[in-house]
């Protein structure tokens, strides 16, 4: 059973950073995309970066320039570095990993929260 563990969450001053990491556990292979989504209170869930196996990369125009994303194959874990972080950045932060197979896995989420 495949899980996604992810860690690095937590509170913030606006224009402080923090660095998401998510870690598969179990048996999976052949992953193409590795992601970050959020989910703000009473919004819908949108796309923050993903990089694919060929290591290109989107972002979400209202990141660019402030976070970061890289992937590490050999641990099957995927990071997000998060600089100039601002309150609307407050959510839950979920990486979502697919295969060639197009089997689609998601973590539980962890709350960034970007305050004084």
């Known amino acids: 059973q495949v899980q996604l563990v992810e860690s690095g969450g937590g509170l913030v001053q606006p224009g402080g950073s923090l660095r998401l990491s998510c870690a598969a556990s179990g048996s999976i292979f052949s992953i193409n995309n590795m992601g970050w989504y959020r989910q703000a209170s009473g919004k819908q869930r949108e796309l923050v970066a993903e990089?694919?196996?060929?290591?290109?990369?989107n972002y979400a125009d209202s990141v660019k320039g402030r976070f970061t994303i890289s992937r590490d194959n050999a641990k099957n874990t995927v990071y997000l570095q998060m600089n100039s972080l601002k309150p609307e950045d407050t959510a839950v932060y979920y990486c979502?990993?697919?295969?060639?197979?197009?089997?689609?896995?998601w973590g539980q989420g962890t709350q960034v929260t970007v305050s004084s």
């Open positions: 990089i694919t196996w060929g290591t290109t990369i």
């Open positions: 979502r990993f697919s295969t060639w197979s197009r089997d689609d896995y």
